[in-house]
């Protein structure tokens, strides 16, 4: 059932997973790349074009709407000012290893976007880092299978396990990230409150004095 449901629409959600995200649905793959569910060389090429297309997506979305796009979450807006003195000090860097920093996979590409960084240029190098991410990162989890393998004997009977530990895990992150965000949001919020309260009794201040 599973190599079934794997064979149907495994790539597929693969390339949906990298388009949009990226890392636990990588690792799952290379995982089941292991356990012979899915070709390891298929599973690299697949989502070396998800992370690709998403990240030139999120690129040319950051050169015409960048401020918009990070004003819509206060933790983009943060993450996003950060980001554009990371890129404007080492713009090439960035570019290539922005992957491989938790959480930045969405922010970074609209920053570097709304940097002025050379389409072309961005073009190339986003190529060879999204090349790289998806290599390094498929073939560690084929070899954490291994491993597991060699400590615990045939890994067949823990599969479901070793999936289900995973899934919880990319789950567990996720929310992390929701509620960090929900905190943030609420602080930011209230700040701005606190500052309009601060400016209206400044202003009742001033007038009688007018």
Known sequence: MLQQFLHDFGYFALFLGTFFEGETILVLAGFLAFRGYMDINVVVVVAFFGS???DQLWYFLGRKHGRKLLARKPRWQMMGDRALEHIRRHPDIWVLSFRFVYGLRTVMPVAIGLSGYPPGRYLLLNGIGAAIWASALAAAAYHFGAVLEGML???KKYELW?????LVLGVVLWLRRRFKNARLAK???ADEQ???AEQAKA???KTPNE
């Open 162 to 166: 070793v999936l289900g530990a995973l």
């Open 194 to 196: 606190a500052l309009k």
């Open 153 to 155: 004997g045939s890994v």
């Open 203 to 205: 202003a009742e201040v």
């Open 187 to 189: 602080q930011v919020y």
């Open 52 to 54: 690709y297309a998403g």
